[in-house]
């Protein structure tokens, strides 16, 4: 079964850039819907974006001008980038796979990593 | 503020049934049959255990059940168990917003 793992730095300054990847096993990432999720501490999911087919993206209006999502085929690994941090974007950050067809039906997840925006 | 607006906490004790609602608008609950529900156990990643409404992914309990009726989604969850105690989350497409939104999440307690 596909399996997914996120990874990237712990610690982001104030106005930097955000950058995670999520390494995806047991599976081929040129196809499906890949999204990026988030939730701060102690609160709801938010939706960050999504790659299909490797080249074509859709983003949350509220996150589209900060927001990058990209796939590496080689290493079957897709990647996020978030310009611009703020504290409001500490978060554990999953990738997900929509794994029955809508892109909104997220399943399986990552385990999820937390980013902290602080100096 | 979420999209979707849930219930912030339900309980019952074991053996019970309950039903959590999920709230939107015409543009993503009322138009669409793409609702999903998650379970997210303390410190864990959600998991999906509704998708299109009322669809269980394979390996998930048939206790767990999904129902739309207008731009309310429901999940009911029959002969509650110690191990349901969670938070879980609606979510569905969105057209005319953010195109996939959640809602606030449930605190489940087993009583």
């Known amino acids: 079964q596909v399996q997914l793992q996120e990874s990237g730095p712990g610690l982001v300054q104030p106005s930097e850039t955000l950058s995670l990847t999520c390494t995806v096993s047991?599976?081929?990432?040129?196809?499906?819907?890949w999204s990026w999720i988030r939730q701060p501490p102690g609160r709801g999911l938010e939706w960050i974006g999504y790659?299909?087919?490797?080249?074509?993206?859709n983003f949350n209006p509220s996150l589209k001008s900060r927001v990058t999502i990209s796939v590496d085929t080689s290493k079957n690994q897709f990647s996020l980038k978030l310009t611009s941090v703020t504290a409001a974007d500490t978060a554990v950050y999953y990738c997900?796979?929509?794994?029955?067809?809508?892109?909104?039906?997220?399943?399986?997840w990552g385990q999820g990593t937390l980013v902290t925006v602080s100096s | 503020q979420s999209a979707l607006t849930q219930p912030a906490s339900v309980s019952g004790p074991p053996g019970e049934l309950i039903t959590i609602s999920c709230t939107g608008i015409s543009s993503d609950i009322g138009d669409y049959n793409y609702v999903s529900w998650y379970q997210q156990h303390p410190g864990k990643a959600p998991k999906l255990i509704i998708y299109d409404v009322s669809n269980r992914p394979s390996g998930v309990s048939n206790r767990f059940s999904g129902s739309k009726s207008g731009n309310t989604a429901y999940l009911t969850i029959s002969g509650l168990q110690a191990e349901d105690e969670a938070d879980y989350y609606c979510s569905s497409y969105a057209i005319k917003t953010t195109l996939a939104v959640f809602g606030g999440g449930t605190k489940l307690t087993v009583l």
């Open positions: 997900a796979m929509a794994g029955h067809g809508q892109f909104t039906e997220f399943d399986p």
């Open positions: 047991g599976g081929s990432i040129s196809s499906y819907y």
């Open positions: 790659i299909y087919n490797s080249v074509s993206t």
